[in-house]
């Protein structure tokens, strides 16, 4: 499997060109079909998207866990966005660690995965358009990264319910840089405020009972 040449991080990637092409729906509907494939990896993944790796990978793994999901599932699957967010961040171009693009399912758990989030994905590709570019392109770009970046942090924390809401503003993020559609990046920049708040208020919420449940043990 070849993945970028780890000096790539080094370099700032292009402009992304407007979509064009075959849908991300589509693209994953055919890789989970392909009974020839045992095992579906990350890096599989990474080289059927191009030059939507990041964003589509973004979508992803951050998709699934708009949904009730096992515990753990969570941090499996944001620990990758952490990574994907920070070159989004700093508009590095998409390269994977061995470590990272050689994790793979099973097949039939993948389709699974495309046959659950398919409806929901192909809804918002219809939806999708290029407009407002000003807050899909560089530099907004990259503040989309960041405001991606802390929601990943956010959800790998062990929070009760706490991965919904940054999951799906990580999905509007990725459609609208996916897609060009500054509409969708704006929605996701309100929807990291109020992300952040929401958790902000759970996590001190958590930390304040914990405290008080310690003082009364020694009470």
């Given at each position: 499997m070849t993945i970028e040449n780890a000096d790539s991080n080094k370099r700032r990637r292009p402009r992304p060109p407007r979509p064009k092409g075959r849908r991300l729906s589509s693209i994953l509907r055919q890789l989970a079909a392909d009974r020839s494939r045992e095992?579906?990896?990350?890096g599989d993944l990474f080289q059927t998207m191009g030059d939507r790796a990041i964003s589509a990978l973004m979508l992803i793994f951050a998709l699934p866990n708009a949904f009730p999901t096992?515990?753990?599932t969570s941090a499996l699957l944001g620990a990758p966005l952490v990574f994907l967010a920070a070159q989004l961040t700093f508009g590095l171009k998409p390269?994977?660690?061995k470590a990272i693009a050689d994790r793979s399912v099973l097949?039939?758990?993948f389709e699974s995965v495309v046959v659950?989030?398919?409806?929901?994905?192909?809804w918002a590709e219809r939806m999708l358009k290029p407009r407002l570019a000003i807050f899909a392109e560089p530099p907004a770009e990259y503040f989309a990264g960041l405001a991606c970046l802390l929601l990943s942090i956010v959800l790998?924390?062990?929070v009760p319910l706490g991965n919904i809401l940054p999951a799906i503003t990580i999905s509007v993020f990725a459609f609208g840089i996916m897609g060009r559609d500054g509409l969708f990046a704006?929605?996701?920049?309100?929807?990291t405020a109020v992300s952040l708040v929401?958790?902000?208020g759970v996590i001190y919420g958590l930390a304040k009972a914990g405290v008080y449940l310690v003082m009364q043990w020694f009470a």
């Open positions: 095992r579906i990896s990350i096992p515990p753990g390269w994977l660690p097949r039939e758990d659950r989030i398919h409806r929901w994905l192909a790998v924390l062990p704006l929605i996701g920049f309100i929807m929401i958790a902000g």
